[in-house]
Nanobody
Framework: EVQLVESGGGLVQAGGSLRLSCAAS????????IGWFRQAPGKEREGVSC????????YYSDSVKGRFTISRDNARNTVYLRMNSLKPEDTAVYYC??????????????????????????WGQGTQVTVSS
């Protein structure tokens, strides 16, 4: 059973940094795409960043590109999201997700496929990130 536990959120001033962690268990990293989503109050959940374990490629939404970095630690079965230059509009609950990469998804569309998904079966509790102005 895939289990994902998010942590590392907090309150930070605009321009500051945070590192989120996603501790994973129940699956093998090398078979999965793992990523981060966020949901701000009153808004739909949106994909932020993901990592394709098959080719080590990373993907980012336009809103965080250049400021956020996704990485993994295989020994710890953990995926991180380093967030720099935080803005008040980054305030949201951040969630981690993972899924196998199906064969019909072309390697050039992994980020679009994963970050655009709305059909994940369940979500964890997430971790709150609040950026003050």
């Amino acid at each position: 059973e895939v289990q994902l536990v998010e942590s590392g959120g907090g309150l930070v001033q605009a321009g500051g940094s945070l590192r989120l962690s996603c501790a994973a268990s129940g699956f093998t990293f090398s078979d999965y795409v793992i990523g981060w989503f966020r949901q701000a109050p009153g808004k739909e959940r949106e994909g932020v960043s993901c990592y394709n374990s098959r080719d080590d490629k990373t993907y980012y939404s336009d809103s965080v590109k250049g400021r956020f970095t996704i990485s993994r630690d295989n020994a710890r079965n953990t995926v991180y999201l380093r967030m720099n230059s935080l803005k008040p509009e980054d305030t949201a609950v951040y969630y981690c997700q993972a899924d196998r990469l199906p064969g019909f998804v072309h390697h050039g569309f992994v980020g679009i496929w994963f970050l655009g998904r709305t059909d994940f079966g369940s979500w964890g509790q997430g971790t709150q990130v609040t950026v003050s102005s």
